[in-house]
């Protein structure tokens, strides 16, 4: 295989399995930073041996291997590591001697762990207590959900910088700490709890519209925010908004399939077939969403969005949608959680319910908040409005405006697709 084929496959390997690869070494290591490191020094090690030894056929497991190899060796030369050496490198040593075949099928077996248990014990110890809130998110999306730098800063929004300097400086705390990477007990959930949420519902967004790169979707992070969802809601059922984000995953995950057609690009809402919607996962948040009744009568954010992705759901047609009590529900979630985004979603929702001349309204409302500068679906929603409205030339304007915005380049091209 040529060089270049075997740079992109050591890159989708990294892209589908680091998640997992850096929770096994974080869990041997106890250190975020330096578990980072050594799966990154794994894939050098793979991009200068594979071109001649081919791409082995357990490449994760592979990696893995190297990586424990050379923590082995990295805590050996450091002599300032000494102490660490004695709790940690005696159970590599150990293992370095016992393994056979390579260390491969043990390093697989690790792998083949309940994934969404291997990425739970990862984000609930990177969400731990000592950390600020958005400290602990930004360095969970990172290591847990392979997320890059700039892909967390587009979903809060805020520049790079101010994100890796988040990370930097939660790496530093937990080691500073000694925080152990260990699932923390049934007793210490509630304290990390919000956190953790937080980062099941960004990581499902970026898997569910990419905010860079060529595709507009990354199904392996749906998929993982899905596992994590169900099996923090078998762990804790009497969570409302638990139950509410694992059924507005659901909702949302039943049209994965239907939003991008045979060439990948985007198909709108509106566009779907909604008889290609996943029945058995919307039946499923039905059912969720139905058990939050059960354990509390203030819904949080996680079940008003659940309740919103209902009324998608439940509409046989995009004409059948109820979009009056979107709206409403909208309403609702603006007054429990604030957010620019939150307010972007209402204008929507009461430009349908009510007409585009309210929804455009409320757009040019809050399109100067700051956090909103350089977002690319202010001006897609204005175009979206004023094309309803008949103001064409401006629409496409606005779409135009929205292309140059977004970093996703399938949403480019349909920007620049009805700008024309």
């Known amino acids: 295989m040529a060089a270049g084929a075997i740079h992109e496959t050591v890159e989708a390997i990294w892209r589908m399995e680091s998640p997992r690869i850096i929770a096994i070494l974080a869990r041997t290591v106890n250190d975020v930073g330096l578990a980072e490191d050594l799966a990154a020094d794994a894939v050098i090690d793979a991009l200068d041996q594979w071109p001649q030894t081919g791409i082995p056929a357990s490449p994760a497991a592979w990696l893995t291997v190297t990586a424990k190899r050379r923590a082995v060796d990295r805590i050996r030369r450091d002599r300032n590591l000494r102490l660490k050496y004695k709790s940690i490198a005696a159970e590599l040593a150990t293992w370095a001697a016992a393994v056979s075949d ?6 697989e077996a690790e792998l083949d762990d309940d994934i969404g ?27 847990a959900a392979g997320l890059q730098t700039g892909e967390i800063a587009r979903a809060y929004l805020v520049p790079e910088a101010t994100i890796a300097q988040r990370i930097v400086r939660a790496k530093r705390k937990l080691q500073k700490e000694g925080v152990r990477f260990e699932p923390p007990r049934a007793a210490d959930f509630a304290e990390r709890l919000a956190a953790v949420l937080e980062v099941v519902y960004l990581v499902f967004n970026e ?19 899905i596992r994590m969802a169900q099996r923090l809601a078998s762990l804790l059922p009497n969570e409302p908004e638990v139950l509410g984000l694992a059924a507005l995953l659901d909702f949302q995950g039943s049209r994965t399939r239907t939003r991008i057609d045979e060439n990948g690009d985007i198909v709108r809402l509106a566009d779907q077939t909604r008889t290609k919607w996943d029945r058995l996962l919307i039946r499923r948040g039905m059912r969720t969403l139905y058990q939050t009744r059960h354990v509390t009568s203030e819904p949080g954010p996680y079940q008003l969005q659940a309740a919103i992705a209902a009324c998608h759901a439940r509409a046989l047609r995009a004409s059948d949608t109820d979009w009056v009590r979107i ?11 604030p957010s620019p985004i939150v307010a972007l979603n209402r204008a929507v929702a009461f430009g349908m319910a009510f007409g585009p001349v309210n929804g455009l309204r409320l757009v040019d ?21 004023l094309a309803r409205l008949g103001q064409d030339s401006e629409a496409r304007a606005e779409f135009r405006r929205a292309a140059g915005m977004t970093a996703n380049e399938r949403e480019r091209r349909e920007l620049l697709r009805r700008a024309l």
């Open 117 to 143: 248990d291997e990425l739970l014990r990862v984000v609930f110890t990177a969400c731990h207590p000592v950390l600020s809130v958005p400290a602990r998110t930004a360095l969970t999306l990172k290591v």
């Open 102 to 107: 390579g260390g491969f099928a043990e390093a």
């Open 365 to 385: 409302e809050i399109a100067g908040i700051p956090a909103l500068e350089g977002y690319h679906l202010v001006p897609t929603v204005r175009a979206e409005m």
């Open 327 to 337: 709206a409403a529900l909208y309403t609702r979630l603006l007054e429990v959680e």
């Open 207 to 225: 898997g569910y519209t990419a905010t860079s790169g060529d595709d507009l979707m990354r199904p392996q992070l749906c998929e993982d925010a």
